[in-house]
């Protein structure tokens, strides 16, 4: 599927991911296709994981919304956006949001890191939102990424090196992840 990673460090923050894409047992290296997994949306970076379908379709949703709207810029408003997002994603993009019987709310079957300059957000299929201090991952890669990170987090300088160390971990041990790997890096705002 993917690695994704996103890290906060020294006034910056750092969106990362590897370029592979599959499908089941295929795999379309970079080689084949420019496979851009992280896309820019106002003053963000957005990366995902799930299946391929989401990725154009999350691009075009959230570029799509009003800027009134389109706003990703703490919890709530991330949560706000995609809450507004749902029922688009629905219905002008036909999503499915079945996941089991018992599930407490419809799904958005994906899950995305948000790096801008207000700092480090993860949204969850059920529109769960987290707001990082440090760093996090998702995707296949996920775990390894965390684990190279964790370990490198006194020796990493900047957040864009973390970030790459992630990514790369989960490109050395996900049979889904390959490089190259893509970074973005942002100044972070100032608070206050």
Same mark, same amino acid.
């Given at each position: 599927?993917?690695?994704? *990673?996103?890290?906060?460090?020294?006034?910056?923050?750092?969106?990362?991911?590897?370029?592979?894409?599959?499908?089941?047992?295929?795999?379309?290296?970079? /080689?084949?296709?420019?496979?851009?997994?992280?896309?820019?949306? /106002?003053?963000?970076? *957005?990366?995902?994981?799930?299946?391929?379908?989401?990725?154009? *379709?999350?691009?075009?949703?959230?570029?799509?919304?009003?800027?009134?709207?389109?706003?990703?810029? =703490?919890?709530?408003?991330?949560?706000?956006?995609?809450?507004?997002?749902?029922?688009?994603?629905?219905?002008?993009?036909?999503?499915?949001?079945?996941?089991?019987?018992?599930?407490?709310?419809?799904?958005?079957?994906?899950?995305?890191?948000?790096?801008?300059?207000?700092?480090?957000?993860? *949204?969850?299929?059920?529109?769960?939102?987290?707001?990082?201090?440090?760093?996090?991952?998702?995707?296949?890669?996920?775990?390894?990424?965390? /684990?190279?990170?964790?370990? =490198?987090?006194?020796?990493?300088?900047?957040?864009?090196?973390?970030?790459?160390?992630?990514?790369?971990?989960?490109?050395?041990?996900?049979?889904?992840?390959? /490089?190259?790997?893509?970074?973005?890096?942002?100044?972070?705002?100032?608070?206050?």
């Amino acid at each position: 599927m993917t690695t994704v *990673v996103v890290v906060r460090r020294g006034g910056t923050v750092a969106i990362a991911s590897d370029s592979l894409v599959t499908f089941g047992d295929t795999r379309l290296a970079h /080689g084949y296709e420019a496979n851009e997994k992280l896309f820019k949306v /106002g003053d963000s970076w *957005v990366g995902m994981s799930g299946t391929t379908a989401h990725f154009p *379709v999350l691009r075009k949703a959230l570029t799509a919304l009003p800027a009134d709207e389109l706003k990703l810029h =703490s919890r709530d408003q991330v949560f706000d956006t995609f809450l507004k997002l749902h029922p688009k994603l629905k219905e002008h993009f036909f999503l499915n949001t079945k996941e089991e019987d018992a599930d407490p709310y419809e799904s958005m079957q994906f899950t995305a890191l948000i790096a801008n300059p207000a700092g480090i957000f993860g *949204v969850y299929s059920y529109r769960e939102v987290f707001e990082f201090d440090r760093f996090w991952g998702i995707g296949t890669g996920r775990a390894f990424a965390l /684990g190279a990170m964790h370990a =490198s987090f006194d020796k990493a300088k900047t957040a864009r090196e973390l970030a790459e160390v992630g990514v790369r971990a989960g490109c050395e041990f996900d049979k889904n992840s390959a /490089g190259p790997v893509r970074a973005h890096t942002i100044k972070l705002k100032a608070k206050g």
